[in-house]
């Protein structure tokens, strides 16, 4: 293509675009190995990691040349180092890569606040020291060769072209490492690894398209599977525990960030949770009970809680299956008499927690317009957990009775902080702020947690309410395996990791007898078992968990990563480990696991993305002329 040069300039042409493309692909390769943990094992997946970048960079910069010439490709420079560094940011609270439904949540922003001040950091200046350095190059070098530097569009078609065989050749070397890879879209940070970061927003996509065009082609057969295959799972409640709540209200207290590492462990000789502590020892405390959340975090501990159905392994379903149809626990309870409310002292948009309560059947959200939200009462998120509970009792004394109510905390969310006057333990010792200020909310929410609970107790709702307690999701990330290595005084591999994803779960009320269960269980539970304390027949059929005390159930817990725990096997990652012990196994002991992950999961994604239970009713009839 540079043949009608003089050779001089098409020598020159070609180190520009020669500079160019190497200052990308160094950055690239250093974000990919250096920043992301993406869990490189041997020379090949090495050698893969350092070849992905180039077919993404032929393609960025080819429709760069071929939109607008010397500044496409100079923007197409730019936009590539965003790209990669809005993931870097992501990733590091999240240990997570951007989806296309996340970009969907950016009325989420408002409220990140100093969320987003605590993951940039000063370094980060030399991630864009290369940006510079095009700019210069591109633009204000002015040498008398360089005014003949003038990309075709041609030449843009032709990089273009020469990225589709790089990144055949790429997908195929990286098949010798993992066959089937475009299967295991849950598992984006394989797919980094293996294709790209900007492949994989390409890949990224192609799937968004996909699931976009299933509900428009939905149709009632589609169906069919997931009720056969949850049929055959099907195990019947606890007898004894039917009914035992009949008629009460309901408190569900979602505890943010909250893990069960932090349940009876101390920090400089102190007890992290004193309360908690005591008041497990009055209901039924599950010791293996796991949040099952993704992208969508709080929100999709809520989905799970409400329809027993998985949250999305991309996005949200609040944000991007409002919509739906959904026979979601506050519906069906509020046709037996319930009143069903919400209450979270945040901006009520946040998660499209608005729309999708009205969507849930929930008949009222107090958000925090309802809440008397001052500056001396708030800090860091917002309004503290200690005024929140207060007011959200006073505000359950008035409602109608019997009802269902749902509570949010705030004041334990990354970035962990708090009011001086509010810390009532010194912060932690190892090498990861985020962690030693975990410790901090942690030990001021178990304090508002007795202020609540002491207060509850005394009110006329305490001998008719069932009051459910239970984390959200995970408060510290892989991201700090190291510092909770020190902490606990452990090496922290894929096994340990995986048992950091218990949160609490404990159930308190009459009828509900003292006693701690070691079954594995996880937030997709919830919702059979509440229905069979409050003695609700629910004829919903697609429900994937299983009443908490059902004596026919089998251990087994699925995380939206396609992982799981069993009552003998914890499978992550394709590696397999013994429960108890944390030995790693034979892979073959937890093929059965991760199938039956891979399944569960393709079920549930396919009744969401389809809107498949607007033809519930439908589908069941056709099953019974059968």
């Not at 080819?62 to 992501?90: C, E």
Request: glycine share 8%; aromatic share 14%; hydrophobic share 40%.
């Amino acid at each position: 293509m540079f043949n009608k040069m003089k050779g001089s300039d098409a020598s020159f042409k070609k180190m520009i675009y020669f500079i160019v493309f190497v200052m990308f692909w160094l950055k690239m390769t250093f974000i990919q190995g250096g920043i992301f943990t993406l869990d490189v094992e041997n020379t090949n997946q090495a050698a893969i990691l350092a070849f992905n970048p180039m077919s993404s960079i032929f393609l960025l910069f080819g429709l760069g040349i071929l939109i607008a010439g010397r500044r496409g490709l100079l923007g197409a420079y730019i936009f590539g180092s965003i790209l990669l560094y809005v993931n870097v940011l992501f990733y590091r609270e999240y240990n997570d890569f951007i989806t296309i439904p996340m970009l969907g949540q950016v009325a989420n922003l408002a409220g990140l606040g100093g969320s987003i001040t605590n993951i940039l950091s000063v370094t980060d200046i030399f991630l864009f020291v290369d940006v510079f350095a095009a700019i210069f190059l591109l633009i204000y070098l002015k040498p008398s060769r360089f005014q003949r530097f003038k990309p075709k569009r041609k030449e843009g078609l032709v990089l273009v072209i020469i990225a589709i065989p790089l990144f055949v050749v790429n997908l195929a070397w990286a098949q010798t490492e993992r066959t089937e890879l475009l299967t295991r879209a849950f598992d984006r940070n394989l797919l980094v690894k293996n294709i790209g970061l900007i492949d994989y927003h390409i890949y990224d996509g192609v799937l968004q398209g996909q699931t976009e065009m299933k509900k428009t082609f939905a149709d009632s057969n589609e169906l069919v599977p997931a009720l056969n295959y949850l049929n055959e799972k099907k195990v019947k409640p606890n007898p004894e525990m039917t009914g035992v709540a009949e008629g009460k209200n309901v408190i569900i207290l979602s505890l943010e960030s909250t893990q069960t590492f932090v349940v009876d462990n101390e920090l400089h000789g102190q007890e992290l949770t004193p309360y908690f502590n005591d008041l497990k020892e009055e209901g039924a405390y599950f010791t293996n009970f796991y949040h099952q959340v993704k992208q969508g975090r709080t929100s999709d501990s809520e989905f799970m809680l409400d329809n027993s159905l998985y949250g999305l392994n991309r996005g949200a379903a609040f944000f991007t299956h409002s919509g739906n149809e959904y026979e979601a626990t506050p519906e069906v309870i509020g046709e037996k008499g319930y009143t069903t409310t919400n209450m979270h002292a945040n901006d009520k948009t946040f998660w499209n927690r608005n729309v999708m309560y009205d969507s849930l059947g929930y008949d009222e959200y107090y958000s925090k317009e309802d809440y008397e939200v001052t500056e001396e009462k708030s800090y860091g998120w917002g309004y503290l957990d200690e005024y929140f509970f207060s007011d959200s009792l006073d505000k359950m004394e008035e409602l109608e009775q019997p009802f269902y109510n749902k509570m949010i905390t705030l004041t334990n969310h990354y970035p962990f902080t708090l009011p001086e006057d509010k810390k009532l333990i010194e912060e932690g010792d190892t090498s990861s702020g985020t962690l030693n200020r975990f410790f901090q909310t942690i030990r001021y929410q178990d304090e508002a947690l007795k202020q609540f609970v002491e207060e509850f107790k005394e009110s006329d709702l305490y001998g008719d309410t069932l009051l459910i307690i239970y984390g959200d999701h995970f408060g510290i990330s892989e991201n700090h395996q190291k510092a909770m290595g020190e902490y606990l005084g452990k090496d922290i591999n894929s096994y340990e990791q995986f048992q950091l994803q218990r949160v609490p779960l404990l159930i308190l009320g009459e009828g509900i007898e003292s006693n701690e269960y070691d079954t594995v269980v996880g937030q997709i539970d919830l919702r059979p078992t509440i229905m069979n304390l409050l003695g609700v027949q629910d004829e919903n059929p697609v429900q994937f968990g299983h009443d908490l005390f059902s004596e026919e159930r089998k251990d087994m817990v699925i995380t939206r990563d396609g992982d799981f725990a069993s009552e003998e096997y914890v499978g992550v990652k394709e590696s397999c480990f013994n429960r108890e012990t944390g030995e790693e196994i034979g892979g073959e002991a937890c093929s059965e696991g991760f199938e039956q992950a891979k399944e569960e999961l393709a079920l549930s994604d396919s009744i969401v993305y389809g809107d498949l239970l607007r033809y519930l009713d439908e589908t069941e009839m056709l099953e019974e002329d059968k």
